[in-house]
């Protein structure tokens, strides 16, 4: 019985499979670079749909898609207002919100507020404005087990430069004190609910 004997690459065909790997390697790596090349607009773009705005000769690109910053429907904020507050309110879930802002320059208003009685929203902002910042709840605290609608309210904004976030409802009684106090502010959409 003879063995088989190993078959024998000629030289020829070695270089030339080696040369095929090697340019293989080579395109791989090409098509893992982008390369930028400048755009009819003058600012560098890179292909496969990825930007190397901003970077630097000699700086590789960033080979994520750039994506805008997400903007915010809400105003910019005015840094003359002592009070500056976004409120929404929904009358009930699904609806759609209203949606005021107040502006107060102390107890006056700022021509832009869209409150529906802005100084006598900005009045009570000035003089109470604890509401807008009410501490948190004595587990002690009793409050009557009344509903008084499916109605949410949001403030956010500031008052004299200290951040406001308050979320209302009218689910219990003390829930409800809290939102006849803050009635200025939401306005018709909040007496109306």
């Known amino acids: 019985m003879s063995q088989p004997t190993p078959s024998r690459t000629p030289s020829g065909l070695r270089t030339a499979l080696l040369g095929f790997a090697a340019v293989a390697t080579a395109l791989?790596?090409?098509s893992c670079t982008p390369s930028a090349t400048p755009s009819p607009s003058g600012s560098p773009?890179?292909?496969g749909g990825t930007t190397s705005a901003g970077a630097s000769p000699g700086q590789t690109p960033s080979l994520l898609p750039t994506t805008p910053a997400p903007t915010d429907d809400r105003p910019a904020p005015d840094a003359t207002a002592t009070a500056d507050l976004s409120i929404s309110v929904t009358a009930k879930p699904g609806a759609q919100p209203?949606?005021?802002r107040l502006l107060c320059a102390g107890k006056t208003a700022k021509p832009d507020a869209t409150v529906p009685i802005p100084d006598e929203a900005c009045a009570l902002v000035e003089d109470h404005q604890a509401y807008l910042f009410p501490t948190a709840k004595s587990t002690a605290q009793?409050?009557?087990q009344q509903y008084g609608g499916p109605a949410t309210a949001t403030i956010k904004?500031?008052?004299r430069g200290k951040s406001v976030?308050?979320?209302?409802?009218?689910?219990?009684g003390c829930k409800i004190s809290q939102?006849?106090?803050?009635a200025p502010l939401l306005g018709?959409?909040?007496a109306n609910v």
Do not use: I, K, N, Q
């Not at 939102?179 to 803050?182: A, E, F, G, H, N």
């Open 28 to 30: 791989a790596l090409v």
């Open 45 to 47: 773009t890179t292909t």
């Open 98 to 100: 209203t949606e005021t």
């Open 142 to 144: 009793a409050c009557t």
């Open 157 to 159: 904004g500031t008052v």
């Open 165 to 172: 976030d308050l979320s209302l409802s009218r689910a219990d």
């Open 179 to 182: 939102w006849t106090s803050l």
């Open 188 to 190: 018709e959409a909040g």
